[in-house]
């Protein structure tokens, strides 16, 4: 696909400005930020050709692909010079991609990213000689992903750049100079430069310490607790503060910022600010490094360059009031992106833009990775070092202005080694739109996805990439930003809302029979239900989820993300064509045992929890409901069809096939492997009372007396939103205490047994939570989640969707979200209550 032989983006912009995620901006400011057909700063119209030239059709006949879940060591390599040469708020790193496609993809393959951020899965790609597809909804994030994947060549770059430097500091140097002064203090030696040894004249400013300036509570006199930093002894700040003019004992918090007004020659009006004063500059002079109280010359040289005209384009674009924006608003009336900047700052800013914009946009890579560096926004810490504090749009009240170019000449060369590593003939293409709308990708032609999609209310990436995106003069359309945000009106309900149209869209463009891996930062329950549920509903059948160990690279198996620290790896599939085909010309009847074979044809031949009968069951219970099929089995019924088609190692059931496999990486392991397995260690830890049963189970591999297992049980515990059973009653009533150790059940008549009581006080503990519900005027907090499942699935069963209405209306908003199984049931009983049927679209 060469760029001469394709339709000019400006005659085909109108096929494409409907699709959602369109982004906020002019079409000539899309068209010049553009390079076509491999990148976009709107929905890619030319991923079709893209496709044709390098895809594979999909023919389900012909079709033998066969892959298990990835699931072995890991290592992030967050400080390869890739990874480091431009900032973002979440990024990936390309190498541990790189194994994931090794390991699902094969060369020439297509893989798809639909949350690319700054495009590490596409260098992952084409570092693996794949092709990429790969789309944001942030033109800022395409952007750089566009740098990324289409970077100057090193040579080109160099020459470039150094004219870009020349040019700028041939105009601007000047602005960061300062006078050198005997009552300077050496970095070094902590002494103050008596005799100035032959330094003479002007050093060049490294940094400039800038303090708010407060009112006195007690007197009303303005004051400035960073003048109280001892510049002998840098990172020692006084927490106390007592008033020059009172003697009164202060600090910030009891006090407010002084507010002036101040004419703005970049809006052409006054506004209100708040006072702020040098209180330190860090300078440099020949090869030594000072600190110095600002002077009569620094004052004047603000002064000069406040009343300076800027003679280029000035992003001044007012910011939309936001989760995140509002902070900067309340703390400091920062209402256009040019106040996140010294007036010094911004000309020099403005300055690099104007250059880069005439000779090479592809400069302003670089350039923009200081965006946030070289505003307000770089806090100064008590170890003397600036900050940007991610995630949020904090302006601290002690702060440091860089030198942009004392930065730059800082970051260049780790720059220059990222771009020799990117030095690659890309395969890649780039489109900025929302993913719960690809039209513009056809179905079924997908290899292989790997994303990092957002996550709940963690981050506000729209607002965040405003100051970038002014620059860029192109703007994120917030309308389809699958995100919680109060200020946008999107609750956790809207944000699952638009995971599942997201998840949906790649479903449909998926291949059948392939993979979808899906890498997850948040620990919140409800967020991580949000996501497994925006997963399950788009079709997708989750075979594994573990997290990433980052200290030994390694994986553990877990079913809920409370806790969790590390990211989180989901595996899904896509079923086969037949096997969905057979499901929905059925509607799922008589096909429970080729759903498991399937599944268990798409897990790693290991010890896994999902080979487990309760999480088969929870599985196959999951797709069904899901899919609004009617469920013939109930647990006991289905536990006596496992035996009957698959085999039981171990506690896990495998295939026939799937057995000689499994012994020989058994028998490959060590001593205390085998002993990790048996006893459940593989289990992270036990959060409902699913997970407390299967852990028990794997314990319970030899006879242990009750305060063995209380002891082991504490450990890996968490704080649970369910009522789970003391560990006693779970003992009793689930293995056999056989002297004064419990065992696992081992004849039949033993299982038969615990599984009929099981039922029989599962129903009884439904019926107080359903007398509860409907008796008690306020709403549920907690219950016993197995309970309440065991009575939707009989309710269900009895297709009684009224019942599980009324009971849904009394559990609280908390617990309803914290149980993707609940919120299943609870859904396709408003479906089936009003009328409707759940259709399998795809």
């Known amino acids: ?11 085909v912009i109108d096929s494409i400005r409907n699709i959602e995620g369109f982004p906020i901006a002019k079409d000539e400011d899309i068209i010049k930020l553009s390079d076509p057909p491999y990148y976009t700063a709107c929905p890619n119209p030319y991923i079709n050709l893209f496709l044709e030239s390098y895809g594979t059709p999909y023919e389900s006949k012909s079709d033998n692909y ?3 879940p990835f699931v072995w060591d890991v290592k992030e390599g967050k400080h390869h010079p890739i990874y480091l040469a431009h900032t973002y708020h979440t990024k990936v790193p390309h190498q541990a991609v790189q194994k994931f496609i090794n390991h699902y993809t094969k060369p020439g393959d297509i893989v798809y990213d639909g949350f690319c951020g700054t495009g590490m899965v596409a260098i992952a790609a084409n570092l693996s000689n794949r092709y990429a597809i790969v789309s944001e909804i942030s033109p800022f994030a395409t952007f750089i992903a566009y740098n990324f994947l289409n970077s100057l060549k090193p040579e080109e770059f160099t020459i470039l750049f150094e004219e870009m430097l020349k040019d700028v500091k041939k105009e601007c140097e ?3 100079k300062t006078k050198h002064t005997k009552k300077a203090i050496n970095t070094r030696t902590k002494k103050y430069a008596e005799v100035i040894n032959g330094l003479e004249g002007y050093g060049l400013i490294n940094y400039v310490v800038w303090n708010d300036v407060y009112e006195c509570p007690f007197c009303q006199n303005e004051i400035c607790f960073g003048e109280t930093l001892d510049n002998s002894r840098p990172g020692e700040f006084n927490e106390k503060y007592i008033c020059q003019y009172c003697n009164s004992e202060i600090n910030a918090k009891s006090s407010k910022r002084v507010r002036i007004k101040k004419y703005d020659s970049i809006l052409g009006s006054e506004i ?11 300078y440099s002079l020949g090869s030594r490094n000072f600190w110095k109280t600002p002077d009569e010359f620094d004052y004047k040289l603000i002064e000069e360059i406040d009343n300076l005209e800027i003679p280029y384009w000035i992003p001044n674009a007012k910011i939309p009031y936001g989760y995140n924006t509002k902070q900067a608003l309340k703390s400091h009336n920062i209402t256009h992106v040019h106040h996140y900047y010294t007036r010094r700052n911004l000309h020099v800013l403005s300055k690099f833009f104007d250059f880069c914009k005439e000779k090479n946009i592809k400069l302003w890579f670089i350039i923009s990775s200081l965006l946030q560096k070289a505003s307000k926004l770089m806090a100064l810490n008590k170890d003397y070092i600036g900050r940007v504090t991610k995630g949020i749009l904090y302006i601290s009240s002690t702060r440091q202005e860089i030198n942009i170019f004392h930065y730059i000449n800082k970051n260049i060369v780790s720059f220059m080694k990222a771009l020799e590593e990117l030095s690659f003939d890309n395969k890649s293409i780039i489109s900025t739109q929302s993913t719960t709308d690809l039209r513009n990708i056809p179905s079924n032609s997908i290899d292989y996805i790997f994303t990092d999609p957002p996550f709940g209310g963690n981050i506000m990436y729209s607002e965040l990439n405003f100051i970038w995106e002014a620059f860029l003069k192109v703007f994120t359309n917030i309308q389809m930003e699958a995100v919680e945000n109060k200020v946008q009106g999107k609750t956790l309900q809207d944000y699952t809302s638009l ?3 997201c998840f949906k869209e790649m479903y449909r463009v998926l291949k059948p029979n392939r993979w979808i891996t899906i890498e997850f930062h948040n620990s919140n329950a409800s967020v991580w239900n949000s996501i497994q549920e925006a997963v399950t509903r788009a079709g997708f059948i989750i075979s594994l989820v573990s997290v990433l160990d980052k200290k030994i690279g390694s994986f553990k198996q877990i079913t809920s993300a409370r806790s969790v620290k590390n990211d989180l790896i989901i595996n899904a599939y896509k079923p086969k064509v037949d096997f969905s085909s057979r499901f929905i010309k059925n509607a799922g009847e008589g096909l429970e045992i080729e759903f498991i074979k399937d599944l268990l044809e798409h897990l790693p031949i290991i010890p896994i929890i999902t080979r487990t009968e309760k999480m088969l069951f929870s599985k196959m219970l999951a797709h069904y409901v899901e899919n609004g099929y009617k469920i013939k089995y109930s647990s006991v019924n289905f536990y006596k069809l496992l035996p009957e088609n698959f085999i039981e190692l171990d506690g896990y059931w495998f295939l026939e096939e799937q057995v000689k496999t499994y012994n020989k990486w058994k028998s490959n392991l060590s001593l205390d492997k085998i002993k990790e397995l048996l006893i459940g260690q593989q289990i992270l830890f036990v959060s409902d009372e699913k997970t407390a049963l299967i852990w028990l189970y794997n314990f319970l591999n ?4 009750y305060s063995e297992v209380f002891t082991d049980y504490q450990k890996i515990l968490i704080n649970p939103e369910d009522k789970i059973p003391e560990l006693k009653e779970l003992l009793d009533n689930n293995f056999i205490l056989d002297g004064v150790k419990y065992r ?13 009581f099981r039922i029989k006080e599962l129903n009884g503990a439904f019926k107080k939570i359903y007398n509860k519900a409907l008796s008690q005027k306020g709403k549920l907090q907690m219950v016993r989640k197995e309970a309440l499942e065991y009575g939707l699935l009989k309710l269900y069963q009895e297709q009684n969707y009224e019942d599980i209405i009324r009971i849904a209306n009394k559990l609280s908003k908390k617990l ?3 149980s993707g199984e609940i919120m299943d049931f609870i859904d396709i009983a408003k479906l089936k209550t009003v009328g409707l049927k759940k259709n399998d679209e795809y």
């Open 1 to 11: 696909m060469e760029k001469d032989s394709v339709e000019l983006l400006e005659e």
């Open 66 to 68: 066969n892959k298990v």
């Open 174 to 176: 000047w602005m960061y």
């Open 272 to 282: 209100e600010v708040v006072k702020e004063k040098p209180i330190l500059i860090s």
């Open 499 to 501: 995971m599942v149209k």
């Open 702 to 705: 030899t006879p242990k007396e």
């Open 744 to 756: 696992r059940p081992f004849s039949i008549k033993e299982k038969d047994d615990i599984k009929k």
């Open 816 to 818: 309803l979200m914290s």
